[in-house]
DNA sequence: CTCGCGCGCCTTTTT
DNA sequence: GGCGCGCGAG
């Protein structure tokens, strides 16, 4: 938090230690403040550091709250605190208790796509029944459904083959010693709720808890979060309901509500002070999140003063026109590119707005975009690095058995398949033994042989020696380098995949060591690897570029000037969420766009729309006709009372506009 | 069964 | 404007 001083109702969630504390944060309200903050007082009153666990929902959440924490009490007070997500925590308590859940030394994590190649070998190649089962399964781990239970209480046959699917499923995690991400939650829960030493034995571990973006919280968390807290209930918990835009991914903002139930003693401390704000922008959220049914009633102030109005636009072309706002707009303040934000309900409408700043010279960014960690060529090393520590992941050893070519083919692996089913083995040690039984040919046997042997070789030196330089030797064992040139579309994708792998591999010398020094083994990488996030190094705001962002991407960012875009029925609300009857969550989305606007914001909205081939008509959002009237600036709009002062102002930034859009041809 | 072409449709995304 | 799916043909 910049500013030194807690305000009164900050102070008195950070002070708060006596009981179970819910602290409801509106947008802008300085609510990382109030966790960072509060860890600090805790380390203060004399809590232990590492018995203070505080969890986020990504990685870069828990990156920064360390980080601003680090900054509070400095790096040593902070050391030992457990600062993660919520499948950290998760893993941590299973590999802990690995025994206790049945699994093996060096199991591995199953990401989404993992798990969709084995959904594929159970249900065959209808796409549409395995979405249905991904997803289907997912619902199933987050609302703490087993197997057993799902197949019992399966009300058609459709469910009770998805109950199978699903049973099958979670035996064959078990036999390739893996766990997916729902398991992460899942299955801890699972062993809190089934062995009570065990239980006690975490809730003594953890004197105190802190959930951030409780809003965003599903079953499964709120289980292991509440499981976790035990009765002695220290905790505090921040979230701000009106900010639930998760709930298609199955946050349960009921959590929020729910939690006076759980927990009687709970205190309820609402942040209402905004602190990035004008007031303008702040009436317009105010007046538009009242349109939706709110358990707990807030009211954003501001001491930022009024500001600007709020804008809207009705465009032609609207890409074209945002952007020179925006230009003429800068020419004007001159404030710098990274000030300036598009925010849009769905990905597909940065394209205009990419075409247009690319035309006219202008630095952008765009949210979203591939992770690091889920590009192929990233992906494959992985997978070698999966199979050397958990030599029973028969989804790593698969995908990369073959790769790059060892003649290794699908018949050779249908018979070792088979061999390997006969015997209940996994496909690695099947492949040690198929040699002997006489079912592959010569040639096929040798080779199936070989990559046995370098691998097992591998696996041994991998207990020793570090893992950077092991995996140094090992790409270049297996000309990773050529494979990837051969492979690639053209030369210049081939030499990009090379630079990954290379950053890669530096990635991995630079977490070679713990926080302590120590050097770390490959087992403990790889299980840092299945939770890593995306792109650490694009994460940095860029003073330089335009921000473009998907509204969801945009929580928890703010802007000087904010630019909504596509403000239309359809869109936002979007088309589908009417279908469904959740305006209500779209309404939620049109608030936190709003709320991460500090100076100025603009509503634009198309009068006609390319939609395919042809053109058609859009309508202005109902959110449009639901703010205040007489705070906004749209031209064409019939305003009460409408002063010459604005009018005046108006039509200096309409010469101002088109001075600029002359300058900038 | 697999490949290729053409039509039609078109949220949000983390671990 | 692009991607994915479905259908048709080889």
Known sequence: MSRVQLNPPQRAAVEHLDG????????????????????AHLIASGYQAERIAAVTFTNKAAREMAARVGQLVGRQRASGL???????LGL??????????GLK???????????DKLLADLLGRDAELRKLARITVSRWKSALISPTRAVTEAE???????ARAYSEYQRHLGAYNAVDFDDLLYRPVELLREDPALAERWQNRFGYLLVDEYQDTNGAQYELFRRLTGPRAAFTVVGDDDQSIYAWRGARPGNIADLSRDFPHLTVIKLEQNYRSCGHILTAANRLIQGNERVYDKNLWSALGAGDRVRILACDDEADRVVSEMVSHRLRTGGQPGDYAVLYR????????ERVLRERNVAYRVSGGRSFFDRGEIRDVIAYLRLLTNPDDDAAFLRIVNLPRREIGPATLEQLGRYAGERGLPLFAAARGIGLSGRLGERSARRLGDFVEWAADLMMRSESEAPDSLVRQMLADIDYRAWLRDTAANRQQGERRAENVDEFVAWLGR???DDRGQPASLETLVGKLGLMDLMEREDRQDAAQVQLSTLHAAKGLEFPHVFLAGIEEGLLPHQNSLDEDNVAEERRLMYVGITRARRSLTLSYCRQRRRGRDLVDCQPSRFLEELPVDELDWPGKRRDNDDPEARQARGRAHLAG????????
């Open 20 to 39: 179970p504390l819910l602290v409801l944060a509106g947008a802008g309200s300085g609510k990382t403040g109030v966790i960072t903050h509060k860890i």
């Open 658 to 665: 088109l001075r600029a859009m002359l300058d900038s041809e």
């Open 105 to 115: 030394r060096g199991f591995s994590i199953f990401d989404a796509d993992d798990a």
């Open 92 to 101: 941590r308590l299973l590999r802990e208790e690995r025994e206790a859940a």
């Open 511 to 513: 977490h070679s060591e």
């Open 82 to 88: 457990q600062i993660s997500t919520f499948h950290s």
């Open 156 to 162: 058609d046959d459709r469910e009770a083959s998805l």
């Open 346 to 353: 769905s990905n597909q409408q940065a394209r205009a707005f």
